[in-house]
């Protein structure tokens, strides 16, 4: 089992950067697979990126490819989301999701784990 905080998340002008940072506990962390989701209001949560569990694959919607990477650093159990050239359109709340498996997911239905989630906003 993995528990995940995030953190990073804030206020930010169009055109700005934040790094959105997923703690995970427990001594598995390199056996799951990460992936970064978000949620604005009125909307369904969907996947931003996903990683491998050893980093070697990514997975990026089409809507971020460019802008955001995803990167994991697995000695201290951590999964970033390095935010580049935001929109407005990019606020949501941002989840962390893991699950146990060796291939890159994209469907966040497979993810069995989750964050809290932190709050992204974008100013025009």
């Known amino acids: 089992q993995v528990q995940l905080v995030e953190s990073g998340g804030g206020l930010v002008q169009a055109g700005g950067s934040l790094r959105l940072s997923c703690a995970a506990s427990g001594r598995t962390f390199s056996l799951y697979t990460m992936g970064w989701f978000r949620q604005a209001p009125g909307k369904e949560r969907s996947i931003v990126a996903a990683?491998?569990?050893?980093?070697?694959?990514?997975y990026y919607a089409p809507s971020v490819k460019g802008r955001f990477t995803i990167s994991r650093d697995n000695v201290k159990n951590m999964v970033y989301l390095q935010m580049n050239s935001l929109k407005p359109e990019d606020t949501a709340v941002y989840y962390c999701?893991?699950?146990?498996?060796?291939?890159?997911?994209?469907?966040?239905?497979?993810?069995?784990?989750w964050g809290q989630g932190t709050q992204v906003t974008v100013s025009s």
């Open positions: 990683i491998s569990r050893i980093g070697d694959s990514t």
């Open positions: 999701g893991a699950r146990r498996t060796s291939v890159v997911l994209s469907n966040l239905r497979e993810y069995d784990y």
